[in-house]
């Protein structure tokens, strides 16, 4: 009886973690940086490519607007969600739009990457480790070069 219990609460996380994030991919596709820092805890983080982290939710809403300045026309898609139990998710999303912000340089981009999530109690994401190919990003940015082997 416990194990069947069990499987059903772990069944129950998988779904309400799935909706999470296509929610929070859906805030990323509205150009609207507080919506997706609502999805971190109050002293949540974000980390990009072992970057410095952006600690609590209006520096989190800082990096999702940098994102969303070069690129006007965002669009995340939700690739994968893969639930590793616990407290513990990877997202997995593809990026892409026009490099058309400020100082941009119109340059289409596509480009892959995952969130290592970390939820606190609350539900929210505590911590984040994202990770995307920089040196790919570069590339397509600058419109230089042959796509990297990767």
Known sequence: MALLREMAMSQVRF???QEFARRYTQAWCSQDPTAVAAFY????????????????????????RSFMAAFP???VEMNE?????????????????????TG???????ITGFEEWQFGADGLV???LGHYDSAE??????GRGERSAG
């Open 15 to 17: 779904v309400e973690r």
């Open 126 to 128: 505590l911590h984040s």
């Open 137 to 142: 990003y570069d590339r397509q940015i600058s």
């Open 73 to 75: 026309d965002l669009a």
């Open 104 to 110: 941009g340089t119109g340059n289409p981009v596509r």
């Open 81 to 101: 969600l893969v639930d590793l139990g616990g407290d513990r998710a990877i997202f997995h999303w593809t990026l892409h739009g026009h490099n058309t912000g």
């Open 41 to 64: 805890a109050a002293e949540g983080s974000l980390t990009i490519n072992d970057g410095a982290p952006a600690v609590g939710r209006a520096r989190i809403a800082e990096s999702a």
